[in-house]
């Protein structure tokens, strides 16, 4: 049995490890990841069905992030995609939302500015923290599950004014291009600032590249926040940069973070693309492309994205052997059931977990090499 009491022990942790007696602050939303059964396996199913058992429910508007299945076409092996559904199933229960994408900022659940919420899934809570300007620590999967329940989350990080102060200055020596260079810049920089808030200039083409960035922060670092220039709605004096420590990443490392990424020997069984999911918009821009390489071509997306999609460019999808996946994460058990060993994608945040968790041979490539843009 677990209960109210057991939840705020949880979310308590950080002040519990400081001595300190801990504060609480409402929340508004949340989102909790960690949902695919690849990552939770029995015992985190078993510990979500003792919660919805012990009558513990939602109180507050809560999404969930992909899981492991594409739900329609059922292309995990049978045991897998059964118990990927009773995960949905208990989330749904509990009082979740099934949106099953980790873009909920664009989709299901939109923050406003100054929200204090609980989310885990770091791209969201970096995206939500640096462009929207809500206020979220980067929670775990369980803790946002606490949160959910409780209502609350605990006072400090992020959620504190002073907290959401920039301490270094991270200065880009080099064009980012598109979305690997601000991928692999991403990377370097949740590396290299450890806990500290870092100020950046606006450096990126457009969204898709920002989300890429942020996705390869939370990726390689701990950090819940990047303020950037002229976007994060936190206002900093130029006298205030002046002071504070300055860093810079140039070609030289972002090259690195590649090679150390990368480990393919050979041709790529299968493209993947969509880590975070694409957006309607960025799925259509892709569509007007014509493609370089002769491989399949797997595009995660929400569900809504998909079903859109197909229905306006079924033709394009076909002509261009594309393949919408959505309900789950690029770590997809798609992978396993048809035997990719080699797959190459344009997302740092993708290669450095398909490398890890599913174990698969990664390349990265730019848009512009898998696509005529
Ligand atoms: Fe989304 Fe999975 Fe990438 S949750 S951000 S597609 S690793």
Request: aromatic share 8%; glycine share 6%.
């Amino acid at each position: 049995m677990i209960d109210r009491k057991d939840l705020l022990e949880l979310i308590s942790v950080p002040f519990k490890l400081e001595g300190l007696k801990p504060r609480f602050i409402r929340v508004s939303s949340a989102h909790i990841s960690g949902i695919s059964y690849n990552n939770i396996r029995e015992e985190g199913l078993e510990l979500l069905k003792e919660i919805l058992s012990s009558g513990l429910r939602i109180t507050v508007p809560t999404t969930i992030n992909p899981g492991f299945c594409e739900l329609e076409e059922q292309d995990c092996d049978k045991e897998t995609y059964k118990k990927q559904l009773e995960i949905i199933e208990t989330f749904k229960k509990l009082g979740a939302k099934p949106t099953l994408s980790c873009i909920p900022y664009l989709l299901g659940n939109i923050p406003k500015k100054g929200d204090h919420i609980a989310w885990a899934e770091s791209n969201a809570v970096l995206y939500t923290n640096s462009v929207i300007g809500a206020w979220s620590n980067k929670e775990s999967g369980l803790t946002a599950l606490a949160s959910a329940i409780l209502g609350i989350t605990s006072f400090y990080g992020v959620h504190l004014e002073e907290g959401r102060v920039p301490k270094v200055k991270v200065n880009f020596n080099f064009e980012l291009s598109d979305e690997v260079d601000a991928g692999l810049a991403g990377f370097v920089l949740g590396k290299i600032v450890k806990d500290s808030i870092p100020f950046v200039s606006n450096s990126f083409k457009n969204r898709y590249d920002l989300i890429e960035f942020l996705a390869s922060v939370g990726t390689s670092g701990v950090i819940p926040l990047v303020v950037i220039e002229g976007i994060t709605p936190i206002s900093v004096s130029k006298d205030y940069l002046n002071q504070i420590q300055s860093l810079s990443i140039g070609e030289e490392e972002i090259n690195k973070a590649k090679s150390s990424l990368e480990n393919l020997k050979s041709e790529e069984d299968a493209i993947l693309m969509g880590c975070p999911h694409l957006s309607l918009k960025e799925v259509e821009d892709l569509l007007k492309l014509n493609r370089k390489r002769d491989k399949d071509i797997f595009i995660f997306v929400p569900k809504e994205v998909k079903a859109v999609v197909e229905k306006k460019y079924s033709k394009e999808l076909k002509d261009k052997n594309i393949k919408l996946v959505s309900d789950s994460c690029i770590l997809w058990g798609g992978i396993v059931s048809r035997n990719y060993r080699k797959v190459v994608t344009n997302s740092v945040k993708g290669a450095y977990y398909l490398r890890n968790v599913l174990k698969v041979e990664v390349g990265i490539r730019r848009k512009s090499e898998i696509m005529d843009v």
